[in-house]
């Protein structure tokens, strides 16, 4: 199976692969993955009908939409891991590079990759898997549900391990029709190790993006678990023992359960999306070339790093500080914001701490102009920020403050805004561009009390 047709494109490691590799060709990254740019304000009009639609019709859109993607089950065997890996690396210019990152995803990661001249190897994809007839609120029969499937997709994949992730809270959509298979590298991939040998430079660098979020999952098989839930909005807690809020959320979506009731966890591992596995550093320190670990407790640790990283850059050579782009989720554009001279700052979703991280950097620095690509996922979900508390924080701009194409109305349903946002952020005026940033230049700020390199 050509892994284009069974890694998801909505995923966030493939919407920052496919950001990244644009940014290193100077291309801009078409909007929703393969969208061509001419088309894109049709794709913005037929998206803007959706959002006027009824909710549960547009729901129902929405998960279709993503249904589309997945993959077959009786196909899962024909997935070959070095095939997706070639896949990765096709993306990148084929030169030689200061640094090649490898390992977690992260939207903060990507910026620094971009004014580094660096591309990143993701260790996570999504492999979006089709299945139907399991109520998305009883996560004991998703388990069964993706036993069989994980067991054929792990017997032609040894170098893999399966994360099969349930999250009936924040994904309620597209689970409606298909599984979240996560797959890791527990090894380094033949296409990967070549990759690097052959387009690292000679004093060149392998950093690693390490974060060390973890969550409880429930042991399937030696190289399969079952994560039920997942970082967002509601805790640890909510998933499996439920709660005032949880009971609501289900209510309103008119769900028989008053809470969930998912297999006993037996571990903890990497967190599904954004965690790093560890045994992948065994094959890296053996290649021969230096290795540096870059970690972090949590994929927002990075942002306020990575953003004080780009003012003092944009200081440097005499560049203006006032503008700060700010983006949600697989919405964030490197290219643009080096091309606007736009101080990055990434948030990884629409819910739980994310406004708070926002607000504290706000409340250390301040810009002229703010604008925000806010991600929309369809679903009322726990721990939603509203729409107020995203206009407030983009309100407190000096000058000027927005949500980059969005429909305030429309939120958490806005698809024509995951368009928009691209289109409105093309129209800000360009600034000088900037020579690439040195290694040594990144080393001394990422040195702090949540990251560490």
Request: aromatic share 8%; hydrophobic share 40%; with cysteine.
């Amino acid at each position: 199976m050509r892994p284009s047709r069974a890694v998801a494109s909505f995923d966030s490691s493939t919407g920052m692969l496919r950001a990244l590799s644009h940014c290193l060709a100077g291309q801009d990254a078409p909007a929703l993955g393969a969208a061509p740019r001419a088309a894109v304000p049709v794709i913005s009009a037929l998206l803007g009908g959706v959002n006027r639609l009824p909710r549960s019709l547009a729901d129902q859109v929405y998960a279709v939409s993503g249904v589309g993607e997945a993959v077959p089950p009786g196909r899962l065997a024909d997935i070959d891991a070095d095939d997706l890996a070639e896949w990765i690396v096709d993306h990148y210019p084929r030169r030689r590079y200061p640094v090649v990152f490898i390992g977690s995803s992260n939207g903060a990661l990507m910026h620094l990759a971009a004014a580094l001249d660096a591309p990143w190897l993701p260790q996570t994809l999504l492999i979006p898997v089709r299945r139907s007839g399991v109520d998305r609120d009883d996560p004991a029969a998703e388990l069964e549900a993706g036993r069989h499937p994980g067991r054929e997709l792990l017997r032609m994949n040894p170098e893999l391990v399966l994360h099969h992730m349930h999250d009936p809270n924040q994904d309620r959509l597209m689970i409606a029709g298909m599984s979240y298979f996560r797959v890791k590298w527990r090894r380094l991939p033949v296409a990967y190790r070549r990759f690097i040998r052959e387009h690292l430079a000679p004093d060149g660098v392998v950093v690693t993006s390490e974060c060390t979020l973890d969550w409880p999952v429930t042991r399937v098989d030696e190289r399969h678990v079952f994560q039920f839930g997942a970082l967002g909005g509601a805790d640890e807690q909510e998933y499996f023992t439920g709660g005032p809020r949880v009971r609501e959320f289900l209510r309103s979506y008119g769900s028989e359960h008053g809470s969930w009731n998912p297999p006993q966890p037996d571990e903890r591992r990497p967190e599904a999306e954004w965690g790093f596995e560890p045994e992948l550093l065994d094959d890296l320190d053996a290649l021969g070339f230096p290795v540096r670990r870059l970690r972090f407790g949590h994929p927002e640790d990075l942002s306020p790093a990575v953003a004080e990283l780009h003012r003092d850059w944009y200081a440097a050579h005499g560049m203006p500080v006032d503008r700060l782009l700010v983006e949600t989720f697989l919405l964030l554009e490197p290219h643009w914001a080096l091309r606007t001279g736009s101080v990055p700052f990434w948030l990884t979703f629409n819910a739980g701490r994310s406004p708070e991280t926002l607000r504290e950097h706000l409340d250390a620095v301040s810009y002229d102009e703010i604008r925000m690509m806010l991600f929309s996922h369809g679903t009322e979900s726990i721990g939603l920020a509203p729409i107020e508390t995203w206009q407030h924080l983009v309100g407190r701009a000096r000058r000027f403050g927005t949500l980059l194409g969005a429909d305030p109305a429309a939120y958490p349903r806005d698809f024509a805004g995951l368009v928009r946002a691209h289109r409105a952020l093309t129209r800000v005026p360009p600034r000088d561009e900037l020579p690439k940033m040195l290694f040594h230049e990144a080393e001394s700020l990422l040195r702090g009390p949540n990251v560490r390199l």
